[in-house]
């Protein structure tokens, strides 16, 4: 697997540079220089824009959390994943060659967890995702953010509220288990 991951990156150089300019999707190019020190939420070893994958380029959610349809987990995207699109496009972002190096070595991302629940309390995404219930609801306007923070509190009473709202159960057990 490494030796096809290193052939691939090195086909993946010889190409890029034999295309002139910078790489972008349409008609946009990704902030090259951001500065993330205002932005809230916790500093990712790679600077994943979601306002530009699930904002501009509108990726579904269930693209790179793959596992939220049948598990407690959402899941995270995979290098492979990623490097799906990274592949071809975005060759002159420092963060994509993050990426592209994680690729090349053979290295899972190691992405710093954003929405902390307690031990004691058991999120199951699979419930929500196939009631419907947008990511939204819970995570904010993901679409719009440069840098994923917890955007709801996430406790007790916030959920008890939406459940209520919901007409869903209240039960202890429904996340205490």
Known sequence: MAVIAVALYTVLQVVQAQQPGPSAVGDFVAPVDVDTTGLPGPVQPIF????IHAGQYQMNCLYCHYAAEVSSSPGLPSVDTCMG???LVGGSNPEVAKVREAFASGKPIEWVEVHRLPPFVHFPHMR?????IRCQEC?????EMPQVYQWASLKMGWCLSCHKQNNVTTDCTACHY
């Open 85 to 87: 699109c990274h592949l």
């Open 139 to 143: 995570h904010g306007q993901v679409e």
């Open 48 to 51: 994943y824009r979601h306002d």
């Open 128 to 132: 929500h995702v196939n009631a419907d």
